[in-house]
């Protein structure tokens, strides 16, 4: 990610309708699996600048991160347990954790091959151990927002999913989500593909920018109302993101 993506990050991700979203489907699965065991274990993979980090109440919950660029933000959140290392060689022992969660981390450029990376996941998680991922969704996405956060990989469903069998996971859900906006996000990032801004003035820029009050509250009642579905057991064909939730079997 561009070093300056950190600091927008940081700046927006206390309220920003994506932020608030993203993290309201997390808490629905992750607090009812810890069920107020104190006691749990929980990884953050791929910290960022360390919301999510920070909202771990109520368990043993560590942070990994690997860029330098985040760290400035980690310490001023005041957070402790935290390592830095790549997603692709966690260093914690075998079946450590009750729970990892890794939001949109191993789309990343960084992560070298994200297969090794979920094979390093399942090796530090506990037999039925639970993982919570978030990715982006579809390449023909990709726009100046993924050159921005360095995008090396866009997800689909069934890829995902044979990708997390096949380094030891049961899948319990996978969907899509942000779908709702998902038609005028898709067109306006295909419209800006068409017609990139030129000249060095401009830079390269992510599509994180605050809003209005008003949009970024009707954003995320729809990021609810679809978390709200999901939860209930529909899942959606198409997306910004894709969501799963999975458990780790250990032979």
Not at 162 to 184: C, D, H, Q, W
Not at 207 to 231: C, F, G, Q, V
Request: glycine letters at 8%.
């Amino acid at each position: 990610m561009e070093w300056h993506e950190y600091e927008v990050m940081f700046r927006l991700e206390e309220d920003y309708w994506w932020y608030l979203g993203l993290r309201d489907i997390v808490f629905r699965y992750l607090n009812p699996f810890i069920g107020g065991n104190t006691s749990a274990m929980v990884l953050d993979a791929g910290s960022g600048t360390g919301k999510m980090l920070e909202m771990c109440k109520g368990c043993r919950a560590y942070g990994l991160e690997f860029s330098e660029h985040a760290f400035p933000f980690l310490k001023m959140r005041g957070l402790g347990n935290l390592v830095r290392s790549s997603v692709c060689r966690i260093p914690f022992r075998d079946q450590a954790f009750h729970c990892v969660v890794s939001l949109d981390v191993l789309y990343h450029a960084g992560v070298e091959n994200d297969a090794e990376a979920l094979g390093e996941i399942h090796r530090v998680l506990k037999s039925d151990g639970l993982l919570i991922l978030n990715l982006p969704a579809f390449e023909f996405l990709r726009s100046e927002h993924d050159l921005a956060v360095h995008t090396h990989r866009r997800y689909q469903t069934g890829e995902l999913r044979r990708k997390l069998e096949s380094a030891g996971f049961s899948v319990e859900m996978i969907s899509y989500r942000n779908t709702i906006i998902f038609p005028i996000a898709a067109l306006v990032r295909l419209m800006k593909r068409a017609n990139p801004r030129k000249g060095p003035a401009h830079g390269i820029k992510s599509d994180l920018n605050r809003l209005p009050s008003w949009m970024n509250k009707a954003l995320y009642h729809i990021l609810i109302l679809e978390n709200t579905l999901l939860r209930r057991g529909l899942t959606f064909p198409f997306g910004l993101s894709v969501f799963c939730i999975a458990r780790a079997r250990i032979l």
